[in-house]
């Protein structure tokens, strides 16, 4: 991938509270790949979900953490007793259906049968497709979340593979106002202003308060240098290119 | 985590969620009806356990047993003891449609429009939003999901109805927009897409639909905005029309 601006260290500041999260997700990651292999790539249901549970469930607890939801999504038919099987837990700080309760880490149930009505057949959503295609860390959104969250979204995903085979993704979800108080500090450190945009341009969060988050940045030619990983074509901006991430810190230029 | 490209299952997450406040036996009641009018609940399908019903309502097992009974006693569920038994949605739509009825007469023509404002100031911002917000890839998959509705019955075609509404809210990136018109849609949903029971307003459901489409892949919320007003003014229109023949058959 090409850059145009170098990442200096202003800009990696932006980077780590993503990076932090990143971090704990191939944690587990690494965890899961040790399941797998111990047992020969054919965990049962059980094993899948107490492992997935002692290891998100600690994290999710953390005081200040920007995870409110996380666990494993397998792939279809990966485990064959439970073909869609979700292995997802929601923190005590998600609000989703905990309307005058709340305050409890617990599991979000889902529908794994394809024949009822409240079934998703999940690979087709944009964080399973997209990091299951390029094979790399994805963040999806900011987007509204009312399945899981019920509130304005990123999810981080990671893609599994044993023996070369996919057998899922693993990842969490974070908030947009949680992720906005995290990165404004780091922005602002940067000269001349700042915006991070994902890879259909959409505002994660940016220095102008006039710039809201989830509208779009609009500017001739922003989408294509943002899909081609290319380099600047665009006025006034210089875009640099996370790897892996599909986000995109554009950088106002000062002009003197 | 899991988006939004079928609000069903988000709306039906809506339906379980926990009440506070009093005559719940009645709000659970309202709810799980409601959901079975909307079509969230199908016919057929298996509602959550006397214990499971009070845990998720967060209310206590005594009254779920009473909002049970309530439902079965209109014809909307039915129990079967057993191995495999519990409370079944009931198939019938007659008795649904009959549901439904009797709540459009229940409902004065006054507080029916006031829904209508609020649905309609609901559903305008979230259309005119989606046209500044949408990328191409939402385009596409709006495009892609109001392809995918069928329009047959009345119950499928209030399914894409209240799909495409909380879709296109999404779209405006505003949680508490869609939050409020999950609430509302709850609420009146089944009311409001009366009109539906006849296929020339399903079809012009899906024209409209069709229209909102358009405006937002053209980027123009004043034209997303004035297709969606239209729409629902219409249905409102209808709806008032039903109420008035329903009262005039048996005052």
Known sequence: MSSVAQPFSEVAAVARPFASVLERVEAWHESLSALLGSTGGNPTVAQVDALIESLVVPDLSERDTLIVGAGFVCAPGFLSSAPWHLSWWLGKFNSFGAIGRGGVTRRLEASEDPGSDSFRDYTLLEWWRVPVESGMPHITGPYVDYLCTDEYTLTLTVPVYHAGALVGVIGADMYAEDVERALLPALRAINGGATLVNRVARVVVSTDPHRATGSLYREEGLLATLKSLDTLAVRNIAPVLWGGTSLALLLELVTA | ?251
């Open chain 2, 1 to 251: 985590m899991p988006q939004s490209t079928r609000a069903r299952s988000a709306a039906r997450a809506a339906v379980f969620a926990p009440l506070d406040g009093a005559g719940r036996a009645e709000v659970v009641e309202r709810r799980l009806s409601d959901a079975i009018l909307l079509g969230l609940l199908a016919p057929g399908e298996r509602l959550p356990s006397e214990a499971d019903l009070s845990r998720q309502f967060n209310v206590a097992t005594v009254t779920a047993r009473e909002a049970l009974e309530s439902l079965r006693g209109r014809g909307l569920v039915q129990t079967r003891r057993g191995r495999g038994g519990g409370s079944f949605v009931r198939s019938k739509s007659d008795a649904h449609l009959e549901v439904i009825e009797e709540r459009v007469r229940g409902i004065s023509r006054v507080e029916l429009r006031d829904l209508g404002v609020h649905f309609a100031a609901l559903a305008a911002m979230s259309a005119e939003l989606a046209a500044e917000r949408a990328s191409g890839d939402d385009v596409e998959g709006l495009e892609r999901l109001v392809a995918s509705f069928a329009r047959d019955t009345d119950g499928a075609a209030r399914r894409a109805e209240n799909t495409f509404r909380l879709e296109v809210a999404a779209l405006s990136q505003s949680a508490r927009l869609v939050r409020e018109l999950l609430r509302l849609q709850a609420e009146f949903g089944p009311v409001l897409w009366l009109n539906l029971r006849d296929q020339r307003y399903r079809d012009r459901s899906a024209e409209r639909q069709a229209a909102v489409v358009t405006a937002i892949a053209a980027a123009d919320p004043a034209a997303a905005r004035r297709a969606t007003l239209e729409h629902i003014d219409e249905a409102v229109e209808c709806l008032v029309d039903a109420k008035a023949e329903l009262e005039a058959r048996s005052p």
